[in-house]
């Protein structure tokens, strides 16, 4: 975090960093099909505000923030891959017989998103006796590109071993579609706004 002020501008700005990595902490475990879960969220914010006498100011804002969420990858010889290699996982493998064990990557691995925001806001102040006015708008774009799509690579359902040996299934579930989706949203905030002190404790405001 860093601060710089002078007699009418004040500057400020901060960086956040946040990790988090979950070994092995999901899928088929037992059969060696577990995925990582990795959490990453960095933040970076600025502030300038501007003084123009003692009566107004004007506040400019911008920040960009970054989350990102993988489910994927191991310490296994990456028995499951990156949610970037989602169509090379194993298919996965079931049986009715509950004495066999399941294996592959279990339908809902790997998988990843990743939220970037932006977001500008602009702040404009003036006190005239009673009244407090403010005028601002605020942007905020959100880019998220997701990779998931449950069964991708399929899931196949057998009796028993024999039945897994001569390829007769009992059930399959495969998804067809794009397993990328690349998120995209603009939203805009304008408001303007009269806070009137009506009592010493108690406040009138008008507008948004």
Known sequence: MFWYQTTKNHFSGRYLYARNLS???????AAGYSADGLQLAQGYNFSW?????VS??????????RND???GGNNLGRTVPGAGQLGDALTF????????LSFGVPPGLPEGRI?????FHDNWTHIAGRHALKV????TQVRAPITMLINYNGSFEFADLAAFATNSPDRIRIASGNPYLDFRETDLYPYAADQIRLASNLILTLGD
């Open 56 to 65: 107004t100011a004007n506040e400019f804002r911008v920040s960009y923030g």
């Open 23 to 29: 070994s092995n902490s999901d899928g088929a475990v």
């Open 115 to 119: 939220a970037n925001t932006y977001q």
């Open 136 to 139: 601002g708008a605020d942007v």
């Open 49 to 53: 505000t501007r003084f123009v006498g």
């Open 69 to 71: 969420f993988q489910d």
């Open 93 to 100: 493998i079931t049986f009715i017989n509950s004495n066999l």
